[in-house]
């Protein structure tokens, strides 16, 4: 019998044990090594729906795995703790500007949480018949932020010949058509116009929906600085760009309506844009969170006192009429002291300052001392309620239409501006509607793959945060402050910022289409 019961409490003993055994096996996922685990946090993976708590584990550049079970246990080589921080895709800013052959670090975009920056905006893109070459050239650089290109139908006008012609040659146009398909051919996402702008301006619709025809042919979109942003003629400008809508997916670069006012303006020009969907039409929006915008100076003077008319010789023949344009127009946008001048002489001085500095009338002083291309400045152009309305639209999504060395708070802010803004003191927007139209919406508009979402096999462009720490920082009388709050950036699987610490190896790539 004490056999008999030594015997039975021996079993008891390995079934506990094989019991304890099969434990561990349930707690313990895998026994696979790791590069780095982020361990509890709170995921918000950018397509818009609600928060979950999981741990998320990269191998290399991209994401291994994603674990919703927090019980779990895995061997990693770093182990980053992530217990009351959100974890979201890096976020991708879908029209943006910038020389990475001079500053390829970018640190602007990262200090706000930007992993991804679109490049050939407005129409301009490098001044290389062979962009090929020249992303290969962007390529060697230690890139702080992933760079997707696209080429500028203004940059393509000049190259190929056509310059200010309102009407192209055919010779003119065969090459220019040819030159947009070898930048789209070397991997670029699409073609940008910039119609406010020389020699855009002169383009016709004729020519633009048969570049619109190559580019829905090589599956591109086409991003436009449309010909007319203000109020009497925006939808005008629209109507003009759905117009390629037929041939590809389009998309309103940073939306607005200068001199328009109130919800329900911003809401007409949403209705316009519903019901070109509804015919089958592919069109998009972004938008940056600023009432001010920020362009050459250029913007302000007529079309005849600008390239390619002499304007030396505009000066001399109609001084008069050109003093009375600027005048007229300057108070249409608010007056002198809504302008704020970006560079140059006068840069940090409005353009009221300027004048009362000169003591000169402000229109005299734009035209002698400033003249068309003589500073870029930002305008005060634009209704808050208006904007954000078109912020809330489930088809808009964010940029920041910044560089590293523009005077707008913008470059350095926006993305935090978004989340400190809209998120936390407004609540315009949940923290998952906001992650959504900075990451998960740029990256199916623009046509990245593997990117945009926080999902196994994507790659590891990550943040860490609280959205009640980010702040923006920047502002008009200092625009270069880096923002601050987001804990931990990763770009490609590469903690590049932690804290405060920055790690000044890039870990960007060139992304190819």
Known sequence: MEKLYRRAALLTRILIALLVCTSCQQVTSDQTQYELLIRNAMLVDGTGKAAFPAHVLINGDSIALIDTDTTNTYAANRTINASGLYLTPGFIDTHAHGDPLETPDFSNFLSMGVTTICLGQDGFSPERENLKDWMQEVSSKELGVNVAMFAGHNTLRMLSGIAYDSIPSDKGMAKMEQLLT????????????????????????????????????????????????????????????????????????HIKVVYGKGESRANRILQLLDSARQQGIEVTADFYPYTASYTGIAILFPDWAKKPYDYQEVLKTRRQELATFLRNKITLRNGPEATLIGSGPYKGKTLGQVAKELNKPFELALMEDIGPYGADGAYFIMDETLQETFLKDK????????????????????????????????????????????????????????????????????????????????????PHQEASGFRYVLVNGAVVREDKEVNTKGAGFMLIK
Do not use: W
């Open 182 to 253: 070898d930048a789209l051919d070397a991997g670029c996402f699409g073609l940008t116009t910039g119609l406010e702008y020389n020699p855009g301006y002169y383009a016709r619709p004729e020519e633009l929906n048969r570049l619109a025809k190559i580019v829905g042919e090589k599956g591109g979109i086409i991003m436009s600085h449309m010909r007319n942003e203000d109020d009497a003629y925006v939808e005008a400008s629209i109507r003009e760009l759905l117009e390629q809508g037929k041939y590809c997916p389009v998309h309103v670069s």
């Open 395 to 478: 088809h808009v999504m964010v940029c920041s239409d910044g560089s590293p060395s523009m005077r707008h708070p913008r470059s350095y802010g926006t993305f935090a501006k978004v989340l400190e803004t809209y998120v936390v003191k407004k609540r315009l927007l949940t923290l998952e509607e906001a992650v959504h139209k900075m990451t998960g919406l740029s990256a199916e508009t623009i046509g990245l793959l593997n990117r945009g979402l926080v999902k196994e096999g994507y790659k590891a462009d990550l943040l860490l945060f609280k959205p009640e720490e980010v702040r923006e920082n920047a502002t008009y009388e200092n």
